[in-house]
């Protein structure tokens, strides 16, 4: 009987215990002690500051301690606009500074030269159509209201003389001339001039209403719509022409012998002649 009474307060006491082992826990579980931690989300990233490789306008990545609108300094090899690559602490222009004053060298005649540069390419002047190297070459201005039929022009450096011959330039025409005797480029600026044999005129002869004219790459067709007979040799003039330049001194020129009967068409080959990168110039024949 004794050892009943004994497992019944085993027994209470037990059940106490866990009665009061339950509110503690409820009781912290208030008070916020032991409460599982919340889960912080990631913060997004400051606006102002860049990470390694940050994504540029031009779709680039650049590198870090990217040039900054403030003018801080650029990263080694960083991409400059005109695709070559800067050094590390590039110099930046002075905004103070003003742009280099255009190189000028006037020839009379409202004739001008523009540039002097270091030409690599194909070489017409003299129809060889060889790859050259190295070679100057000058930009000409004809700025006048008459066209330019010829002029020969020489730049004296002192120790040596650079010649470039001009033909048939309309007026307002810009040209590249490529030295005639393939002399090499000199950074230095020439000590003097000379222009020689200038021919100027008012226009150059299409003679539309004799010859209608249409070609393709490498032909050119000429038909009489004259309505006469011509006897004489007709003469087509053409110079390789692209983005608003004329390319070289020369000027190509093919020939009809013998001339073209009334409503007679000819088809003449010229290996130079470009549908999009040529223009014919002028026409002439002999009545």
């Known amino acids: 009987m004794e050892k009943g009474k004994k497992n019944d307060r085993f027994a209470l006491k037990t059940k106490l215990l866990i009665a009061l082992g339950l ?9 916020g002690i032991g409460k599982r931690p919340e889960t912080v989300k990631p913060t997004e990233q400051n606006p102002g500051s860049s990470s390694e490789h940050v994504q540029t306008p031009d779709g680039g990545n650049s590198s870090e301690n990217e040039q900054t609108p403030d003018g801080g300094n650029s990263s080694e090899n960083e991409q400059t606009p005109d695709g070559g690559n800067s050094s590390e602490h590039v110099q930046t222009q002075d905004p103070g500074e003003t742009e280099k004053e255009e ?24 129809g060889s159509d060889e790859v050259v190297q190295g070679l100057m070459m000058i930009k000409l201005e ?17 120790d040596a003389q650079a010649c470039f011959n001009a033909t ?30 200038v021919v100027l005129q008012d226009k150059f002869p299409m003679c539309e209403d004799v010859f209608k004219i249409t070609t393709l790459d490498g032909v050119i067709n000429v038909r009489n719509i004259s309505g006469e007979d011509i006897a004489g ?16 001194g020369i000027t190509y020129r093919v020939k009809i012998e013998g001339g073209l009967k009334s409503g007679e068409i000819r088809q003449l080959m010229s290996t130079h002649y470009y549908e999009d990168a040529s223009e014919i110039l002028m026409v002439t024949y002999a009545s």
């Open 168 to 197: 048939n330039i309309p007026a307002g025409g810009k040209a590249v001339l490529i030295e005639r005797n393939r002399m090499a480029y000199r950074s230095s600026d020439p000590v003097g001039y000379k222009v020689e044999n």
């Open 23 to 31: 509110s503690l826990v409820v009781l912290l579980m208030i008070l």
């Open 142 to 158: 004809n700025r006048g209201k008459k066209a330019l039929q010829l002029c020969n022009i020489t730049l004296d450096f002192g």
């Open 233 to 248: 040799d007709i003469y087509i003039y053409y110079k390789n022409f692209s983005g608003g330049i004329y390319y070289g």
């Open 103 to 126: 190189f000028l060298i006037s020839l009379g005649n409202d004739l001008y030269i523009t540039a002097i540069e270091n030409f690599s390419g194909v070489y017409m002047e003299d």
